[in-house]
């Protein structure tokens, strides 16, 4: 396999040139030109996204697996692994032993979501990545969760190319602190492909990049990879998003010189058999050419393993397809005759969760609701805290609203915040951290009733995508429609006063809210309390409610009507 980036380096051009005369990249005429494959092409595409750091995969019961493997579980990488080295090996037919044509992709969000990245970080996020094999990979916003030190030390410590055409990093101010290619062109069986990556383009409302890091609108740095790679002959292209399965959609119908889309962001399941899938996969899009674009996307956490199969012409144009996401259980890989799991990866997997497995085993408290001891609060996943009112969404919002002792009014907290749901019963410090693993502080500030009021329809602004915004309140309720117009959502909103009565929110009055330090600087679009006197706790939000459960355990919990959807 050979790789050429995307960069317009004299030295590279040179020493392409020179490599290609030698007959090392099987090229003729220049650098740059293929006289040509005489046979169609059958690859196979692998691929990942939103992995989310659940490297362990989950147990039998559907929890998080901090083990190496959790047996008789599902997912994690070991098992993709597994999966990836079945069908990558040598197939025995007619003319003998031959590789298959593949590829594996990554669509972006190693970083974030279990105490695996809350204790290790990057240099775990890159070891996962490193030990796969990845042939390409394009960033997710959350792998700037920890600044650019945070990508960078990940990039750097990478075997795997890492594409981002519509992301630069400024000269002025600290050096750029990685160079990263907008696209390469990779070389399977006589075929050159070209793989084209893109960033979000609101990775700065979504987390936490430095001001050198520069994220430009997508179409235009589409449009300027797509012609550099025709210019260069390449026929089959290959875009790796994150950007949510709609945008992907859309950038297949708008552009020629595409032939698929992995995509990733939006969590989206492609499944022909899979009843909660949301189409089929793979989402054949007809390009303005009249040509076919394949988009994939692979829901979340590791459970699967996108496969998509494709044979096209000797002019690159797809003729047939088929696929479908691989559950990463024993089962499946049975089916596939895959090798035993990796002894070396397992060790690594082992030392990295000795330590998480004693950080889950502190104590802090307990937590009493109407379900049962040792089951989460939210069933079947924490995502309904971005829909209404949840049972970690009150506990989470009144530890914040109690942290003032008298001094704050209203709690708000996004759903996105919470990224597994608490637990009932006996509460460690590891289920903490795993419900709330970001580093934000806890914030106040004084604001008026319009401002408010602007949150919250902020909150809603994007309800029906499932989105974090959605907000988690305590001293205050409010209901909604989602059904209306973007900006009219918001029904009422009460605030509770200090004779314990629910008033209306007042455009002029004034109102002391706490928040954390992600939305108070502007993310996720909250724009409107960005430039607001915000006072710092210097208190970690998870510090926070671990201190709120130890203090006052037990803590009761349970729904109570503050959040109404009409």
């Not at 208190?539 to 729904?559: A, F």
């Amino acid at each position: 396999m050979s790789r050429i980036q995307g960069k317009n380096i004299p030295y590279l051009l040179l020493a392409a040139a020179v490599l290609a005369l030698t007959g090392i990249f099987g090229l003729s005429g220049c650098a740059f030109k293929s006289a040509g494959p005489s046979e169609p092409l059958h690859l196979t595409i692998l691929h990942t996204n939103d992995t989310h750091a659940n490297w362990g995969g989950h147990s039998k019961d559907g929890r998080i697996c901090y083990e190496a493997l959790c047996e008789e579980g599902s997912g994690g990488i070991l098992r993709a692994d597994q999966a990836i080295r079945a069908i990558r090996a040598p197939q025995t037919g007619s003319t003998g032993s031959q590789k298959p044509a593949t590829l594996l992709l990554g669509a972006g969000d190693q970083f974030q979501g279990t105490l695996f990245y809350t204790l290790h970080k990057e240099a775990m996020a890159a070891e996962v990545v490193n030990s796969l094999g990845y042939d390409a990979f394009v960033p997710g916003n959350h792998e700037f969760d920890d600044g650019c030190e945070g990508f960078a030390s990940f990039v750097r410590a990478l075997k795997t190319p890492v594409l981002a055409a519509n992301l630069a990093f400024t000269p002025e101010g600290p050096a750029p602190p990685v160079s990263l290619a907008p696209w390469l062109i990779t070389k399977r069986q006589g075929h050159r492909i070209g793989l084209v990556g893109l960033v979000n383009p609101d990775t700065p409302n979504l987390s936490s990049p430095c001001k050198e890091a520069r994220f430009s609108a997508v179409e235009p740095a589409l449009q300027k990879a797509l012609a550099e790679l025709q210019a260069q002959q390449v026929n089959i292209i290959i875009v790796m998003t994150h950007l949510g399965l709609a945008d992907d959609r859309e950038l297949a119908r708008k552009f020629d010189g595409i032939d698929i889309i992995v995509g990733s962001h939006t969590h989206s399941l492609l499944s022909n058999s899979h009843a909660k899938a949301l189409g089929p996969y793979p989402v054949v899009e007809t390009s303005p050419a009249g040509k076919p674009v394949l988009v994939v996307t692979n829901g979340y956490a590791l459970k699967n393993l996108g496969r998509l199969e494709v044979v096209f012409d000797e002019q690159g144009v797809a003729q047939s397809w088929n696929g479908e996401p691989i559950p990463l259980n024993d089962a499946e890989l049975a089916n596939l005759q895959a090798p035993p799991a990796n002894a070396e990866l397992a060790a690594m997997m082992h030392n990295r969760a000795v330590p998480v497995q004693n950080m889950l085993t502190e104590p802090v408290g307990n937590i009493v609701a109407d379900t049962p001891a040792g089951q989460p609060l939210e069933r079947p996943n924490v995502l309904i805290c971005r829909a209404g009112e949840c049972r970690s969404g009150n506990l989470v919002s009144d530890a914040l609203l109690h942290y003032w002792q008298g001094a704050a009014d209203i709690a708000l907290v996004g759903g996105g915040t919470l990224r597994n749901p608490l637990p009932a019963g006996p509460v460690s410090t590891g289920d903490i951290i795993a419900a709330i693993p970001f580093e934000n502080n806890l914030m106040l500030a004084e604001m008026d009733g319009v401002t408010l009021l602007a949150a919250l329809e902020q909150g809603l602004s994007r309800y029906e995508e499932g989105k974090g915004f959605f907000l988690q309140v305590a001293g205050l309720r409010y209901s909604f429609k989602a059904e209306n117009p973007r900006g009219s959502r918001l029904l009422s909103a009460s605030v509770l006063g200090a004779d314990k009565t629910w008033q209306p929110v007042q455009p002029q009055a004034r109102y002391r809210v706490s928040t954390s330090s992600f939305q108070a600087r502007g993310g996720d679009g909250f724009t409107m309390l960005a430039g607001l006197n915000w006072r710092d706790s210097e208190q970690n939000i998870s510090d926070v409610v671990r201190e709120y459960i130890s203090t006052r355990s037990p803590v009761e919990v349970q729904l109570e009507g503050r959040i109404i959807k009409k």
